[in-house]
């Protein structure tokens, strides 16, 4: 079974800054591809990209996701007071049908 | 305006059972799968299950497969899961959450159910 990974843990950022979080599957699959969920405390996550890099309606266009095989990357451009949040990514069209990764938390530095 | 709202959460004993709904709203609810995501305190988010539009196709994560039942029902808008032989660690909060096909993300969630089993 797919094992999804992501990196860092957690990162500690001001504002304005650029975010990088890393997603990695254990092994590659063809036809799987990749979401990345938004999640702040007492909410329900929110879907920012499918697809690998296709942002959800109306996610601003700061937010960007890239990669293929096993490697997957979000990219924040600059932080917003309100991104800093919990970030999800989501494995899926594979088998089980969805798989969570643990999650990076993005903290005020 | 899509909407979906949980409820049947509670206190459960170990061994138990119970009903999760859920209720959609603002959208042809036929036309898309329904999948419940949990999460326990504290921890990350857990796929659960998933039911197609039609309700003719389920998938279940090996953690509930065999415990664990969803259902239907289109003329009503409402999903439901059926929760058998409980332990703590199903203890969570469980989000019902909509996907355009058993396999795509999910564009909207609910707002939660918390699920505590305990003696």
């Known amino acids: 079974e797919i094992v999804v990974t992501q990196s860092p843990g957690t990162l500690s950022l001001s504002p304005g800054e650029r975010a990088t979080l890393s997603c990695r599957a254990s092994?590659?699959?063809?036809?799987?591809?990749v979401a990345w969920y938004q999640q702040k405390p007492g909410q329900a996550p929110r879907l920012l990209i499918q697809?690998?890099?296709t942002r959800a309606t109306g996610i601003p266009d700061r937010f960007s996701g890239s990669g293929s095989g096993t490697d997957f990357t979000l990219t924040i451009s600059r932080l917003e007071p309100e991104d800093f949040a919990i970030y999800y990514c989501?494995?899926?069209?594979?088998?089980?049908?969805?798989?969570f990764g643990p999650g990076t938390k993005v903290e005020l530095k | 305006e899509v909407q979906l709202l949980e409820s049947g959460g509670g206190l459960i004993q170990p061994g138990g059972s119970l009903r999760l709904s859920c209720a959609a709203s603002?959208?042809?609810?036929?036309?898309?799968?329904l999948s419940w995501v949990r999460q326990a305190p504290g921890k990350g988010l857990e796929w659960v299950a998933v039911?197609?539009?039609?309700?003719?196709?389920?998938f279940y994560a090996n953690s509930v497969k065999g415990r664990f039942t969803l259902s239907r029902d289109n003329s009503k808008n409402m999903m439901y899961m059926e929760m058998n032989s409980l332990t703590a660690e199903d203890t969570a909060t469980y989000f019902c959450?909509?996907?355009?096909?058993?396999?795509?993300?999910?564009?909207?969630w609910g707002q939660g159910t918390l699920v505590t089993v305990s003696s």
């Open positions: 959450a909509r996907g355009a096909t058993t396999v795509d993300p999910f564009d909207y």
């Open positions: 603002g959208f042809t609810s036929s036309s898309y799968a």
């Open positions: 039911i197609s539009g039609s309700g003719g196709v389920t």
């Open positions: 092994q590659s699959a063809r036809y799987i591809l």
């Open positions: 697809d690998g890099s």
């Open positions: 989501q494995q899926y069209g594979g088998s089980p049908p969805f798989i």
